[in-house]
């Protein structure tokens, strides 16, 4: 659980600088954003919800929401957050910063092509709505991860804190997953 908590902290926090939508992309009113997060570790799915109003005059309040249910050894950590360097699922370290160059170009990725990076190589599958989001959803594949397979769900008008989605396969199971499920805007 803390694992998660580290996280999702960390997601939010890197959320900016993965290009998926700045503080100044966000319109006056209030944007909302709900995630499910789901891991082998975990025992029920969790969700991390966010809001971001944006204020006259330039200035914004943000809200973070984490809902956790689990066993006193899952949620017994909840109140140390924070520090992850990587997103983490179910303890395996997933170090996604060589996506971070095709997260700042995704409205020119097109579908069907494959952009080699220097951790691996990125396939551009198709655009698809998550949540109302129009995406493009491709799959990481980590040069030094055999059988590892990421999918990358990249919001490409509406602004989003964090990647719509993101899913990690070892092999034949699904590892973590993170997936947007609501989203509304002013």
Request: one cysteine or more; hydrophobic letters at 45%.
């Amino acid at each position: 659980m803390a694992r998660w908590i580290a996280c999702a902290l960390v997601v939010v926090w890197v959320g900016v600088s993965w290009g998926q939508g700045a503080l100044e992309d966000f319109p006056i009113g209030v944007t909302a954003m709900t995630w499910r997060v789901t891991s082998g570790g975990l025992s029920s799915p969790q969700e991390l919800s966010l809001r971001v109003e944006g204020k006259p005059g330039g200035l914004y309040r943000i809200e973070l929401g984490v809902t956790a249910e689990g066993t006193p050894a899952e949620l017994g950590t909840l109140g140390f957050l924070g520090s992850a360097l990587f997103v983490q699922a179910s303890g395996v370290q997933v170090d996604l910063s060589s996506l971070l160059v095709l997260s700042r170009r995704r409205e020119t990725l097109r579908v069907g092509e494959s952009y080699v990076l220097p951790g691996g190589a990125f396939l551009a599958r198709e655009r698809a709505p998550i949540a109302g989001v129009e995406c493009l959803v491709g799959e990481f594949r980590p040069a030094d991860r055999v059988g590892t397979v990421i999918e990358i769900g990249f919001a490409l008008r509406d602004p989003v804190y964090f990647l719509p989605l993101m899913r990690v396969h070892e092999g034949d199971r699904v590892t973590f997953e993170m997936v947007l499920t609501a989203y509304s805007r002013p």
